[in-house]
């Protein structure tokens, strides 16, 4: 099992950006795909993108053309860049394999689109 990391959330008005980060305890090389998952309040958790070893992505619909995933296997990360941010994409933020999401959970990071 590896520790998940996240930060990068915060407060943003709408159509702004953020990036968010997941630093791994462990080689992230083991898994083959990672992911990034929100929970917003009163809703249940979803994946929202994924990056596979090999590079190809999935995206939910929702967030199609204004977020990217990447990762980084040398340095344990993910990391999530958001622009365009919506109202309706504040939640808070996990990272963990894809798409089932294996190890323990962090504590995720809140992102807040709010005017």
């Known amino acids: 099992q590896v520790q998940l990391v996240e930060s990068g959330g915060g407060l943003v008005q709408p159509g702004g950006s953020l990036r968010l980060s997941c630093a791994a305890s462990g080689s992230i090389d083991r898994f083959y795909a990672m992911g990034w998952y929100r929970q917003a309040p009163g809703k249940q958790r979803e994946l929202v993108a994924s990056?596979?070893?090999?590079?190809?992505?999935y995206y939910v619909n929702s967030v199609k053309g204004r977020f990217t995933i990447s990762r980084d296997n040398a340095k344990n990360g993910v990391y999530l860049q958001m622009i365009s941010l919506k109202p309706e994409d504040t939640a808070v933020y996990y990272c963990?394999?894809?798409?089932?999401?294996?190890?323990?959970w962090g504590q995720g990071t809140l992102v807040t689109v709010s005017s």
């Open positions: 990056i596979n070893s090999r590079g190809n992505t």
């Open positions: 963990n394999s894809a798409p089932s999401g294996s190890q323990p």
